[in-house]
């Protein structure tokens, strides 16, 4: 057990670790072989972590997570088949109980907002030292939510008018915010929601005022920006 008010990072990075008995299973999700086996490497020094899984791309993701369903995926953004971010949402419910930590070379706050909010209990970048990305898959497993040391002291330095703006939507506000990016009319919202097209032009108008946004172009381009939109093709 840690001692009271000592977060499991904590246990790992300061008076030593306390492992569990159980042994926890990792799918390891990125594209280049050099950084899974890196990975391998590190984690195989833990005694109660393995890897059941590689995959370079999101449909080898979604394979391997129905098959293994394992107790943790490590989750790069960039993969050849489209980004991570809705990968994410499809993970975990393919195997709701897995819980998803995102390393990757993505450090700005728009990546690391809405990986949180699609699901991703913990986000490490891949600048910080290999010791913080085994504190944060020992972190989420006690039921934390982790950031590497560099996104937690960014985010203490911001002011919240710095992060994301999609921040400030709720849910409905950010269904709405997708598909006006994507191109659907208020009439077509209104039918795959479910909602009047009446609410529909009142989330609008509190989206394009929150986002400060102009136009369906301008969500569009932001939800280009961040990854959200679906692959084409």
Same mark, same amino acid.
């Given at each position: 057990?840690?001692?009271?008010?000592?977060?499991?990072?904590? %246990?790992?990075?300061?008076?030593?670790?306390?492992?569990?008995?159980?042994?926890?299973?990792?799918?390891?999700?990125?594209?280049?072989?050099?950084?899974?086996?890196?990975?391998?490497?590190?984690?195989?020094?833990?005694?109660?972590?393995?890897?059941?899984?590689?995959?370079?791309?999101?449909?080898?993701?979604?394979?391997?997570?129905?098959?293994?369903?394992?107790?943790?995926?490590?989750?790069?953004?960039?993969?050849?088949?489209?980004?991570?971010?809705?990968?994410?949402?499809?993970?975990?419910?393919?195997?709701?109980?897995?819980?998803?930590?995102?390393?990757?070379?993505?450090?700005?706050?728009?990546?690391?907002?809405?990986?949180?909010?699609?699901? %991703?209990?913990?986000?490490?970048?891949?600048?910080? %030292?290999?010791?913080?990305?085994?504190?944060?898959?020992?972190?989420?497993?006690?039921?934390?939510?982790?950031?590497?040391?560099?996104?937690?002291?960014?985010?203490?330095?911001?002011?919240?008018?710095?992060?994301?703006?999609?921040?400030?939507?709720?849910?409905?506000?950010?269904?709405?915010?997708?598909?006006?990016?994507?191109?659907?009319?208020?009439?077509?919202?209104?039918?795959?929601?479910?909602?009047?097209?009446?609410?529909?032009?009142?989330?609008?108008?509190?989206?394009?005022?929150?986002?400060?946004?102009?136009?369906?172009?301008?969500?569009?381009?932001?939800?280009?920006?961040?990854?959200?939109?679906? %692959?084409?093709?």
């Amino acid at each position: 057990m840690r001692a009271p008010g000592a977060s499991a990072a904590d %246990a790992h990075a300061g008076r030593g670790t306390v492992y569990s008995k159980r042994m926890y299973s990792i799918v390891l999700v990125d594209d280049h072989a050099i950084v899974r086996e890196g990975f391998k490497r590190l984690i195989g020094l833990e005694p109660d972590f393995r890897v059941v899984g590689e995959c370079r791309s999101a449909d080898d993701a979604v394979e391997a997570v129905g098959q293994h369903r394992p107790d943790l995926v490590a989750l790069d953004l960039s993969l050849p088949d489209g980004s991570g971010l809705p990968l994410i949402e499809h993970l975990r419910s393919v195997a709701p109980d897995t819980r998803i930590v995102v390393l990757s070379m993505h450090d700005g706050e728009p990546y690391v907002s809405e990986a949180l909010r699609r699901g %991703a209990s913990g986000y490490v970048t891949k600048g910080v %030292a290999p010791e913080e990305l085994v504190a944060g898959l020992r972190a989420v497993m006690q039921n934390e939510q982790f950031l590497s040391s560099d996104l937690r002291q960014r985010r203490a330095e911001q002011p919240e008018s710095a992060l994301d703006p999609l921040h400030r939507l709720t849910a409905r506000e950010h269904e709405v915010f997708l598909l006006l990016a994507c191109g659907r009319t208020p009439k077509q919202v209104a039918a795959e929601l479910g909602i009047g097209q009446k609410t529909v032009y009142i989330h609008r108008a509190s989206v394009m005022g929150k986002l400060n946004a102009g136009s369906e172009l301008e969500l569009y381009r932001m939800a280009s920006e961040r990854g959200l939109l679906p %692959a084409s093709g």
